[in-house]
């Protein structure tokens, strides 16, 4: 036995203990492993997890994966190729296919993947398993290891079998997830969840395009339909809360699927939708918002969900955390940072991660939430913007390559994302003037300003979400 691996097997120490070994916490373990760090990575159950989100991973996802050299986990688990979105708004549907690189061929354009979350996280874990350096260890995490003295976290207090146990790095990587224990302490807004998101998985469903992503628009919030196996495919339906139509009056949630979520969706999938609402055994999930903070606690850093979420509804979720290690192979690569013990070093590196992301998690995190707020509309402004958002998409060209390249993770440029949603909501407003009658012109003329300074109240709060340390 290698002495690294003496140190982590009965000595239980490491250069880098990992608490969490989900979507990001496998890959920063992987990585930092196969960069010759000794990596302790720690999961309170090692059994596949059944999910029902993180199971579409997008093209600037898979492109990421790809520089880990974890592409191989995407085989072997039934995953489903994605080529892009059918937007359907009141049964009439546009084709949204990824943006093609400049200068290649159309069958060039880049694809996303889909997949069971639980098939994937096993290979995950079974890649950072396999990796040199790393041993993963089935433990539940209950508390930090501090300095009395400076605050530096030193590693973690857990639960094995019954028993204490300590482990103990230079570097403690916190990703336990959404329902992040430790956030409460070191993260100063915590997350906002207006809905959740209901699924169902829906057997042989007959999609309108397949190896696509579906979003169904209409009165409602909107609906997400996407395959996630040969003969599965997930329903997500958003649900906002205290919706009347949702309420126990009105037959509860499933009330709600069956008499008003269930009417909307697309002919051919309502059968398949209609057995799995029969079948029970429905789940959810809240949909989340929590900006990103700097990492500032020497002797730990805070990741993935635990440290900043986005609503789903763009899957945009694992394409942030594969991105994230991507970059943080560089800024924390024994090049940069020869040893982790060097706190100062390390928070200085967490700076420059926390700006050096935002070209694409500040892109992901805004588009995700104003996206939101267009498909779930809820007063008449909000009505305007998401009538002249589809529409838009029906113009073709860049109108729908700029905008899918941005959800994608494929254009990494905020200004991209301000141009196009000024262009929505511009676009919404000449709808609403030019389909007005000359008598009703001032109203309009009024309701269209309305509409601009609803447009400003969605983009600009999460634009200032973002730039704040």
């Given at each position: 036995m290698h002495e690294s691996e003496t140190r982590r097997v009965l000595h239980h120490e490491a250069d880098v203990v990992v608490v969490g070994a989900g979507i990001i916490g496998c890959a920063i373990a992987a990585t930092m492993g196969s960069q010759g760090r000794s990596v302790l990575l720690l999961e309170k159950s090692l059994k596949?997890?059944?999910?029902?989100v993180g199971e579409l991973l997008q093209p600037g996802g898979v492109s990421a994966l790809k520089k880990l050299g974890l592409q191989d986990c995407l085989e072997e688990i039934d995953s489903i190729r994605v080529k892009g979105y059918e937007v359907i708004y009141y049964g009439e549907g546009v084709h949204i296919p990824y943006p093609k690189r400049e200068g290649e061929k159309d069958s060039a354009r880049p694809e996303g993947r889909s997949f069971h979350h639980g098939r994937f996280i096993q290979r995950l874990r079974e890649a950072a398993r396999?990796?040199?350096?790393?041993?993963?260890?089935e433990t539940k995490v209950t508390d930090l290891v501090r300095n009395g003295l400076t605050g530096q976290i030193l590693g973690v207090e857990s639960e094995t079998k019954g028993q204490r146990d300590y482990y103990f790095g230079h570097l403690t990587i916190i990703a336990d997830g959404y329902a992040s224990k430790f956030r409460k302490e070191f993260i100063k807004h915590q997350p906002v969840a207006r809905s959740k998101f209901y699924g169902l998985e829906l057997i042989d469903a007959d999609l309108p395009r397949p190896l696509h992503g579906h979003v169904v628009l209409g009165e409602g919030a909107p609906v997400l339909l996407y395959q996630i196996g040969t003969h599965e495919t997930r329903a997500l339906v958003d649900v906002p809360d205290n919706l009347p139509s949702a309420s126990v009056a009105n037959g509860g949630v499933k009330g709600h699927l069956r008499k008003a979520v269930l009417p909307g969706l697309p002919k051919p999938v309502q059968s398949s939708f209609e057995a799995a609402l029969d079948n029970g055994g429905f789940r959810s999930m809240p949909n989340s918002f929590l900006p990103p903070s700097t990492n500032k606690t020497p002797g730990m850093i805070m990741l993935g969900d635990a440290m900043n979420m986005r609503h789903p509804l763009t899957g945009g979720g694992m394409t942030v955390a594969f991105n994230d290690v991507v970059l943080l192979s560089e800024l924390l690569s024994p090049e940069s940072v020869p040893h982790l013990d060097d706190?100062?070093?390390?928070?200085?590196?967490?700076?420059?991660?926390?700006?050096?992301?935002?070209?694409?998690?500040?892109v992901i995190n805004i588009l995700a939430q104003a996206l939101y707020a267009l498909f779930a509309a809820n007063d008449p402004q909000l009505k305007a913007l998401q009538v002249g958002?589809?529409?838009y998409f029906q113009k073709g060209g860049q109108c729908i390559d700029g905008p899918v390249g941005l959800l994608a993770g494929?254009?990494?440029?905020?200004?991209?994302?301000?141009?196009h949603f000024f262009a929505v909501a511009l676009y919404s407003i000449w709808i609403m003037v030019s389909s007005a009658r000359l008598t009703r012109m001032p109203l309009a003329l009024l309701g269209s300003l309305a509409v601009f300074w609803k447009a400003c109240d969605v983009l600009f709060p999460f634009i200032i979400s973002e730039v704040r340390v």
């Open positions: 596949e997890p059944d999910r029902i396999n990796t040199p350096n790393v041993t993963v260890v706190t100062k070093l390390v928070l200085r590196q967490m700076s420059t991660f926390h700006w050096r992301r935002k070209s694409l998690t500040s958002c589809f529409r494929i254009i990494r440029q905020p200004f991209t994302l301000f141009y």
